[in-house]
């Protein structure tokens, strides 16, 4: 079955260590992302060593990369060339940490549906993650659904990046549950190339990261979809504090939900 992750945090580390030796599960860590850290070199630094001094084995742990304002596929030069200095950071942050993968958004226009827009997203960002590939031999890249209206433009993109073994799609099942597309054709769109997912629980408006199981999300279907993929995806519950990744685990526990089932 797919491997588990949770987010930490440093005050509550103790906890989250005993949840990791208890499912095996790794860390995904999530303060990366922030622009606020990523210029402080001073906290960034200290968040690192704290992490990597209570944790020595991260070689299966990820992060959450930077996605605020980020375009990798932009063609103003100026914006690239910001976008592609915070995700480098990241990867650097990845490297120095020792991670498996660094997860990114695919932060395109949602209904910008022109031919010639939608084909230089997919070839820039083809082009560009290659070249993250080709710098960085020791991680992987997992590309996540952000306010996409719809799968395709994702599944186009891990199509051409189907020989990469190193690259794969995040999916998002709550972004994808308020998208206005159904979760079937996410799920099933998708499937061939999961490779990793979030996962929390909202009404179907709003994007709340609640407790799996307090929602409107189907997990029966969440559960098909897993079960039916190509590859075991890795699970991230990506909830706000311990108390919720708790209530989510009994909830997936006791309803035998991947990949507890």
């Known amino acids: 079955m797919g491997k588990l992750y949770c987010i930490p945090t440093i005050p509550e580390i103790d906890k989250f260590l005993r949840f990791s030796e208890k499912y095996n599960a790794g860390f995904e860590y999530n303060e990366f992302f922030m622009p606020n850290l990523l210029d402080d070199s001073f906290s960034l630094n200290k968040v690192i060593k704290e992490y990597m001094s209570v944790r020595s084995d991260r070689s299966e742990d990820t992060m959450h990369g930077a ?29 120095k940490m020792g991670l498996k993968a660094v997860i990114f958004h695919t932060n395109y226009i949602v209904n910008f549906r022109l031919k010639s827009y939608i084909n230089s997203w997919i ?51 709550a972004h994808a549950l308020i998208s206005g597309s159904p979760a079937k054709l996410w799920y099933d769109t998708l499937k061939p190339y999961l490779r990793h997912l979030h996962i929390n629980d ?13 929602g409107v999300l189907d997990w029966k279907e969440f559960d098909r979809c897993c079960k039916e993929s190509v590859k075991e995806p890795s699970i991230l519950i990506e909830v706000r504090n311990f108390g919720n990744l708790k209530a989510s685990v009994e909830y997936m526990q006791e309803n035998k939900i991947y990949p507890f089932g």
């Not at 375009?71 to 650097?92: G, H, T």
């Not at 031999?137 to 186009?156: G, T, V």
């Not at 909202?202 to 307090?214: A, K, S």
């Open 67 to 95: 996605f605020l304002d980020i375009c990798v596929n932009s063609a103003d030069s100026k914006i690239f060339e910001v976008s592609d200095f915070r995700v480098r950071q990241c990867m650097d942050i990845a490297v």
């Open 123 to 173: 070839d820039r960002n083809e082009e560009y993650w290659r070249q993250i590939l080709y710098d960085y031999k020791d991680q992987c890249i997992y590309i996540e659904n952000m306010f996409d209206d719809k799968p395709y433009m994702l599944a186009e993109l891990a199509k051409r990046m189907a020989d990469e073994p190193r690259f794969g799609v995040c999916l998002d099942v």
């Open 202 to 214: 909202n009404d179907g408006n709003e994007d709340l990261h609640n407790p799996v199981g307090t």
